[in-house]
């Protein structure tokens, strides 16, 4: 399983930006699959996680009502449309699948069992 990140950049805040992942190996109709971001120092979090078996969604907190994961289904291909950001957005972002459960929450919760590489994501003040 290959999952390839990109999209990331330099945005100023209020800004938005479209992170998109292409999965290569297998389908996305039957894991769940999804963005989870890191600052150095900090722990791996989930923010917007997808079923693709039922288009069920779940958000963090920190990201409701800004961020929005969608998929492609015959580009194979997730995106993270990200909008009003700020500073606090910055860091690194991956994209990880579950290969044997679809539950959204479950994935943004208890982490994927393959990963992307990351992509850097930086918000000016």
């Known amino acids: 399983v290959q999952l390839q990140a990109s999209g990331g950049g330099l945005v100023q805040a209020g800004g938005s930006l479209r992170l998109s992942c292409v999965a290569h190996?297998?389908?996305?109709?039957?894991?769940?699959i999804g963005w989870f971001r890191q600052v150095p120092g900090k722990e791996r979090e989930g923010v917007s996680c997808?079923?693709?078996?039922?288009?069920?969604?779940y958000d963090s907190d920190s990201v409701k009502g800004r961020f929005t994961v969608f998929r492609d289904a015959a580009a194979n291909t997730v995106y993270l449309q990200m909008d009003n950001l700020t500073p606090d957005d910055t860091a690194v972002y991956y994209c990880?699948?579950?290969?044997?459960?679809?539950?959204?929450?479950?994935?943004?919760?208890?982490?994927?069992?393959?990963w992307g590489r990351g992509t850097l994501v930086t918000v000016s003040s």
């Open positions: 997808l079923s693709s078996l039922n288009d069920i969604t």
């Open positions: 190996g297998f389908t996305l109709n039957f894991p769940a």
């Open positions: 990880g699948a579950h290969l044997t459960h679809s539950g959204s929450y479950a994935l943004c919760h208890n982490g994927p069992t393959d």
